[in-house]
């Protein structure tokens, strides 16, 4: 099911992500919004050289199986700035998935083209805010009108990742005919970046940007797909899309918990290692299993897709196990390296900080719950011989 | 991986378990100790007529894979009854494993051939009271010394699961080349049920017994395999025989959560069906996540023992996530059904007592964590690039 | 706050239930349905001889502080015999305690007075099964309608307490002027004791009985306080009764933590006293926590009542807060004793069961956060300057 | 218990925080390290004007109880620039406290009277690097070796807080006569600030910092009490000071508390406002009843203190329980909020930070609950009639 490709694309990238890619975790440029685009141009050249940019992007433009990419996600993400060396970070890599089914030839050429390549950034505009589209999308409130050949798009965005810096825009907005997406190239007067907001997690480049969008002309040939197919071309980003936030946090949360372990065997406390601690060391038997656990979510869940299933409910159920389970794993990285824990002296601290915003990212586990429990009503009424 | 064969006979189950074996759950015989000998005999001379005794076992006597045994089981403890019906409870499936890999020609046509049949019962002496061996099984009490051509065995044994009414009597003592299993018939005036135990599950028949062995005077060929090789074989029946108590109680628990969906489907509560309450929704969903990660972590860990591994900390770490999770979900269902869920006019109530004993048997969590915390220790060593 | 005379009692509570209470747990005769009546006397007999019947009623019949009974009862409870032995068992403690409010000099000579000294037990007939009143009041089907100066009941209540063999019952059903309260003797032949229910939990006398009222034809004087007032009376015991089910399981979780500390000490593994393993020593720690909060949270509660408020919400916080935190301290003791945990070698083992139904008796955790939540939704829109 | 005065004080003192406090939380020089000393100076001045600084010490130097400081610094700390504005954050409320009872007159006169007004920093240099003093303090590695009337003292500390800015630090030492206290102001050549560290946590003014001690030459004068009682000293600033973090990270969780009930009333998601989904209004209600045991733990806590004793145990006890109470209600609330939750638009993000630092800050709850069992260990062989 995985290919000698595959594998020996693993190997490469856990390589260059130990070798090449920790050492810039404490550079500089490295700071509260995310990297510098600049740092993230100089890791990608190096990527780029050993040929690992989209590296779950075949060379015809197809993509691995959604199992191979957890494989090589999980691998990114063992360094938060992985994912932006291999240009497989959010919301890009989801963009490029829905691109690949969704865009004309001349969309490809002109926006996905450059982005597979990592030469650019994109941005994803759905959620809103005020009482907009959120957790719940049927509040929209972004409209685009028709105006002769013309679509004029007005509303609010808000927590827009990677808005700031970003070549293009998928922007959904609801129409007569249902909601719609549109594709435009970046920057436009029209649209507004009223401010980047000051978030929890600092991994994505451009951060997160509060948006007002005014007046935005666009051309029939911008609109992404077909007019009034908005929701469900959302839905073939939504459940890989989802499912790539858990692998490549995975990562993270298994690289703080080596940290954890190794910090666990050099410091000593009341006469031994913290590790012959049982308070330490099943916290650490925890992780261990909460980790396993996660992984085999993914799995099961990348399989469903690879069959050609939506994987809705499998990918809801996914995003709350393996973010609660990363979670716990994050915070008792933290409490194992007592002040180290949270300082930025490690990895650790961020991978806390970035691991609680993912509990929210694409969902709150609320939501996810609310939408499984609908689910299981609708099939209880077939259960029988109980 | 799954046989035609393998699918058919889960189908097979399925039906027979819904339509022959949960009719018989309120049967006055399934009282406080396990259901009496002759309502399994009743129920097993149904599975027996079907060919669904030992299901997981070719005639060759050899057995289907971990992975396709974990279907087999996780169907028939859809009752807690099941595992009875078609002679896949414990501890007769981990002897009837064991004794397959040990048993000499003339050991299997004696003891495991009616035990595979379905026609008698067996217990493992293995765990002793104060002090003993338990989780600890270096400490063992229970004496074997040769006395010329024979074996003389003295201590005490407890939770002795099915004791009561067993046939034959897998008896793990030390001796002075190391620990060493024998193999003898009961009954045996020298082997003398104390008492048994009142427990809180009550779902193996037999009950679990304190015995006391006084002057047991065994021959040569009532060894089972070599002597000094107790450990060793103790090793080769622990994970696959922890796992199928996690395939089996997995069964129960799904159970259970079928009736609670059903049942907050049906009743109402401040206007609305309590399935629509969120708070009762949220825990039915959270019920589907921990069924699932239980499933997959079993299926994980029959793969690894598939391959022929050990599967010590495997089956650990799956021991300690689907106890807990199936424990977990058990809570929830009483929680869900209110009084109903501490009465026994469902199974959900015997399903909570079952699995709260089942986080004990074959080890407590801690013990699980705190032998990973031990692996963990000698793999750290061995990480770098973080 | 608290008299001498209290600490005085409460010391004299606290030697009776070790010397003299707690041999009897072992009795035969307390079994499944709970412990037989003539256990009850016999015990019972022994606490009258010491002046400890109902030890938190004065002899003028007035009640001592909720503060103080809350000592008293937490001594009581540390053998879930005890407060069997000295009357402040429920339902009789809250049925005692309303019908002091309520009933006419005639109904407490005749129902209270022999309640009090502990020669009767009584029943308390609220909850109705299949949808009808149960954590949702609202939904009662009893039904009293008028017939001349008498009035006929027709119903089914479940889970009613200690009905097999009360000599008195307070009836509540509905009437054309709302809910009202009626106060009958037993047995009755139009109350029919369907069955008594198979329960997790067995230390109630009498066990949880299923009742049909079929034409039961009652005068003007059984009535219980005023037509139409029976959710208010019903509010006079609700919080303090809910109170009291706190303080003495409060009492039998101190004593299951005490057990498990014992053993903890005696029992070794892998070279040390478990309670020298940090798995175990935090489980303890853990417990003593807990059993802290829990007799905060009960005194402050009953500090609350003590003022005259009705302590709604108080006792909804209290009881969600107690019954979980006892709980997770029984199931550590369980754990901490192993197979001895889930046998009745110990009264621990007991003490799980009880507690677990004592998380759905008086309203599931869930009702209460429901009507937190309505409380909280109410008050916040008062908040300002956040 | 609470005196008038002291209950005047508290509304004051809630008026003050609501509205001159809160405003400030925007202000730019709110920042990363901390709030500037600038902006803390700014608002102390309008505490002073109002007679607010250090509210919890009386004009003579003398303290109110411990049960009155936990209502003022409760209602402190609903701002995280509350106790700032108060003087009355850490460490210098502990450092104030300590040298009340140990510190010579000249000491006080130099070094506690500007303190206490509010016109400098402190630090307190206890906590060492690469296995020195940690949550063992007897690992300690900084020695002070005597030399003449003198001292010289030479070590590395960290964590040290406020260290960047502080008038005066007190050093802790080990000497042939045992660990010593030193009182010296700041800076101080032979004191050197290697670095600031970069914490999650961002209230506390100077940061957190790595600092060398080398060479340090104090005369006999500037020892703090007497030789050779530090550790005992230590124990006197113990547990008040980490109570004092207790009460006011409540008052931050109590805000966020509020800050979260106000959004899920506004809100609305699937057609009704967020506290409606019992998903929301379960989470508050628990956040209630988190805040009600965390207070009454503090409380309970403090009258210990009142009495005298050390409080240790005590004071372990309510900073596991507070610490670990408060950070799950800051986690709801940043669920609740969602994206907001994550973001700095409310002070509930920088809530979730500071208390998750605070389940480390004086000692992270596995080392408390390692010395409670310790102390269970001991009391245990007193348990009887169980």
Redesign the interface.
């Known amino acids: 099911m995985i290919t000698t490709e595959t594998r020996e694309k693993l190997a490469r990238i856990d390589a260059f992500i ?2 090449s890619v ?1 050492p810039y975790e404490k550079d500089p440029r490295n700071g ?1 919004h995310g990297p510098s685009q600049d740092l993230v141009d100089e890791i990608r050249a190096k990527a780029r050289a050993l040929g690992l940019v989209a590296p779950h992007i075949r060379a015809d433009g197809s993509h691995v199986t959604h199992r191979e990419t957890a494989l090589l996600l999980r691998a990114a993400g063992y360094s938060p700035l992985g994912p932006l060396a291999l240009n497989v970070m959010a919301p890009d890599e989801g963009n490029m998935f829905l691109l690949g089914k969704v865009a004309t030839a001349e969309q490809k050429r002109r926006f996905l083209e450059p982005l597979v390549a990592g030469h650019t950034r994109s941005a994803f505009f759905m ?1 809103e805010p005020d ?1 907009g589209a ?3 999308p049927s ?1 929209m409130q972004t409209v685009a009108r028709q105006d002769g050949n013309h679509w004029v798009i007005d509303g609010r965005k ?2 827009i990742t990677g808005a700031d810096g970003a070549a293009c825009a998928i922007v959904m907005a609801k129409t007569d005919q249902g909601a719609t997406m549109f594709l435009t190239a970046l920057p436009n007067p029209a649209i507004r970046i009223d401010r980047v ?5 600092s991994s994505m480049p451009g951060g ?1 940007s509060v948006i007002a969008i005014e007046g935005l002309r666009l051309s029939a040939d911008e609109v992404l797909g077909e007019v009034g197919q908005g929701f469900r071309y959302a839905q073939i980003r939504l459940a890989p899309a989802r499912l790539t936030h858990c692998m490549r946090w995975w990562g993270t949360a298994s ?1 703080a918990h ?2 954890a ?2 910090y ?2 050099k ?4 006469g031994k ?1 913290l ?8 916290m ?3 992780n ?2 909460d980790l ?2 996660a992984e ?2 993914i799995d ?1 869940c990348a399989d469903v897709l690879d069959t050609g299933a939506a994987g809705t409910a499998e990918s809801s ?1 996914a995003k ?2 393996v973010s609660e389970a990363l979670f716990r794993v994050a ?1 008792r990285c ?2 194992i390296l ?2 180290t ?5 490690t990895v650790v ?1 961020q991978a ?2 970035e691991i ?2 993912f ?3 694409d969902g ?7 939408s ?3 689910r ?2 609708k099939q ?2 077939a ?4």
Chains 1, 2, 3, 4 share one sequence.
């Open positions: 130990r070798e920790i509260g959620t009482g959120g957790s719940d509040m808000t927590f907001l000051d978030t929890i997690d997160h690289r080596d940290i372990t190794h666990a065997l410091r000593h406390a009341f290692p590790i012959d601690h049982e308070g330490v060391g099943f650490l038997a925890d261990e299993i396993k656990q085999l979510m099961w159920m709350v196990a915070d933290v409490q007592g002040g824990g949270v300082s930025r002296d601290e806390f900080r609680r915003a509990r929210i990212y709150p586990s609320e939501v996810h719950r609310w499984l429990a609908k299981l009503k209880a009424s259960i029988s011989g109980i």
